[in-house]
């Protein structure tokens, strides 16, 4: 069981990108978050959205430029990014927990999808 992320890419500087993540039905969570991990460093979180009342969540080196939808009816959560900068290169990985986003540690993220690459140069 897993999450399908699509929509990496290489783009330049200033440039924009948008990650999907769909999930199957039945893992479909509470709170559908974003991370990302660059070579070298610890895991990020950079948003996640609550698929209940739709309230979203950024870490503060992506607000006002990245921004989450949700497609209910897909099960499916995009994260539109916006200049883009070389410090967003990273893998990108989705994650479902079946709690409120405000508050979630990454432990409760119990489903996570392979990643999919993006890279700012």
């Known amino acids: 069981v897993q999450l399908v992320e699509s929509g990496g890419g290489s783009v330049q500087a200033g440039g924009s990108l948008r990650l999907s993540c769909k999930a199957p039905?039945?893992?479909?969570?509470?709170?559908m978050g974003w991370f990302r991990q660059a070579p070298g460093k610890g895991r990020e979180g950079v948003a996640a959205?609550?698929?209940?009342?739709?309230?979203?969540h950024y870490a503060k080196s992506v607000k006002g430029r990245f921004a989450l939808s949700l497609d209910a009816a897909k099960n499916t959560v995009m994260l539109q990014m916006n200049s883009l900068k070389p410090d967003d290169t990273a893998m990108y990985y989705c994650?479902?927990?079946?709690?409120?986003?405000?508050?979630?540690?990454?432990?409760?993220?119990?489903?996570w999808g392979q990643g999919t690459q993006v890279t700012v140069s």
């Open positions: 994650a479902t927990a079946p709690r409120a986003c405000t508050g979630a540690k990454d432990s409760d993220y119990t489903y």
């Open positions: 039905r039945h893992v479909y969570g509470k709170c």
């Open positions: 959205l609550s698929t209940t009342d739709g309230a979203t």
